[in-house]
């Protein structure tokens, strides 16, 4: 008897050939969403496995392989989280791909970690905790760790919830709170906290500032003037100065320490240099981009355009060489103290470590970053490379302010409060506009309803995320004492 089907047997044959490749798109489908978390799964397996292969035998090895799986997942929640804030703004004014934009962020990210990053973190997140305080090696080992654990869960739980947090202010969130259930209230350097809560209203409202005074400039040097192109070969080449000025200086500080320490004097004179070769180098290129084009606002978008890329990346470069060491900074220290016995104000931080780190943020942010990203680029307010500029270009020079003032800031909080600042900004102008235009009488009067229904900020993120800030250091030193406190009682 022959095993080949015979006609009647083909409708059979197709139906169940139908339900199978049915059920594979169903179970292709239900997979999908397990893909990117089964991902960094093995990431953080093979985090632990690289800290084995470095401690095995050692004593304490284990706390140090349960360390690095905890860093792997803090730097996941990096990339997830803070990236976003580097490239939201490029992707939200078409300027990148979301592809093109996590390909840049990941190399740059990686550079800037591995590059520039401190060789040298403070063990106690800028001097928030008294060393003094904690005399035993294993309570400050189990603190570090409840840090660890309670800022990597803090900023995971912000990037579901869709709130970009600051990283920085996580760790120190935790650093406090394990400080506070090891060794008590007494143990905190209230001033320093004092300063970084300071710093969550001075980042964004700086930035915010900033962002606002340039996308004015620009709205009056070039895009309401009456022959614009002409106009943005003028002044375009000089907002590429000034960008390029932030960024030496910004970098000579923060990049340049593993080679020679520069002060802030040093670091304008370089950034001054940069800015006028910068300004002799993008004038013949801008005049060169702009030929050709005609006289309306949409031609300017390409002028804009490379020079919002190109800042974009050295966001990306300096968030690596300046937070992931911060980030890290709890893992560095157990290792730290695990190998020696003891712990320190400041330890240097192993490569295996900041390894760690930089591949971890790229994993984080080719998993997990989209959301955030398309949150920041899109969802806050309407983004065009000009306006997208102004908030790149508002990070640097906070950071610079800041580092000259000595204040602690933050680089989410400065990048979204730039993107809060040109919306609001475009905000108070169309209302201004509005104002003018009745007293003309070119236009009819609206009602409140309408008005509230034209602006150009999205209020439920601004609430959402203005709380997210808020919290996140109470939240992460309230998760990080409980956290110690139970890993204490097991390890006792």
């Excluded at 702009?290 to 050295?314: D, H, I, Q, T, Y």
């Amino acid at each position: 008897m022959s095993d080949q089907p015979t006609g009647k047997n083909w409708p059979t044959l197709d139906k169940d050939l139908g339900r199978i490749s049915q059920f594979e798109r169903a179970a292709g489908y239900i997979a999908r969403p397990y893909i990117a978390p089964g991902i960094a799964l093995i990431f953080i397996l093979l985090a632990g496995l690289a800290a084995s292969l470095f401690f095995g035998g050692a004593s304490g090895s284990i706390i140090v392989v349960v360390a690095a799986a905890f860093g792997a997942y803090m730097a996941l929640n990096i990339g997830a989280n803070d990236v976003a804030n580097n490239m939201g703004p490029a992707v939200g004014a078409n300027a990148l791909t979301m592809g093109g934009a996590i390909i840049i962020a990941a190399i740059f990210e990686s550079a800037g970690a591995l590059l520039a990053g401190g060789d040298v973190v403070s063990t106690i997140s800028k001097g928030i905790i008294d060393p003094a305080g904690i005399q035993d090696s294993d309570v400050f080992v189990w603190a570090m760790m409840a840090a660890l654990v309670s800022s990597a869960l803090w900023v995971n739980l912000a990037t579901w919830v869709g709130a970009p947090v600051s990283t920085t202010h996580s760790v120190v969130g935790g650093v406090m709170g394990a400080g506070i259930a090891a060794a008590g209230m007494a143990a905190v350097n209230w001033p320093t906290m004092g300063k970084i809560a300071a710093s969550w209203v001075i980042s964004p409202v700086l930035g915010g500032v900033i962002a606002a005074a340039f996308l004015a400039f620009i709205k009056a040097r070039i895009v309401y003037q009456e022959d614009k192109i002409a106009a943005a070969r003028r002044w375009v080449p000089v907002l590429i100065a000034i960008m390029a000025a932030a960024f030496a200086a910004y970098l000579s500080l923060k990049g340049l320490k593993k080679i020679i320490k520069i002060d802030i004097t040093t670091a304008l004179l370089i950034g001054l240099g940069i800015g006028v070769l910068s300004y002799v180098v993008s004038k013949p290129l801008i005049r060169r981009q702009s030929e050709g084009l005609e006289n309306r606002n949409k031609s300017l978008k390409v002028v804009f355009a490379m020079p919002l890329v190109f800042s974009a990346a050295m966001l990306s470069f300096a968030h690596g060489a300046n937070d992931v060491a911060n980030a890290v900074g709890p893992l560095a220290a157990i290792v730290h103290a695990i190998e020696f016995g003891d712990f320190a104000a400041k330890v240097s931080i192993p490569s295996w470590v900041m390894i760690i780190g930089a591949f971890g943020i790229s994993f984080g942010l080719f998993l997990f970053g989209p959301k955030l990203i398309r949150m920041v680029g899109n969802q806050i307010t309407k983004l065009n490379p000009m306006r997208a500029y102004c908030v790149a270009l508002s990070a640097a020079i906070t950071v610079i302010v800041a580092s000259w003032l000595g204040l602690p800031v933050s680089s989410t909080h400065i990048a979204v409060g730039g993107v809060f600042g040109v919306g609001f900004y475009r905000e108070w102008h169309m209302e201004r506009r509005r104002r003018q235009n009745l007293a003309a009488k070119a236009v009819k009067p609206v009602t409140a309803e309408e008005r509230r229904r034209r602006k150009l900020v999205r209020r439920s993120h601004f609430m959402t995320i203005v709380a997210a800030w808020v919290i996140t250091v109470p939240a992460a030193a309230a998760m990080s004492a409980v956290i110690f406190t139970l890993l204490y009682s097991i390890a006792g």
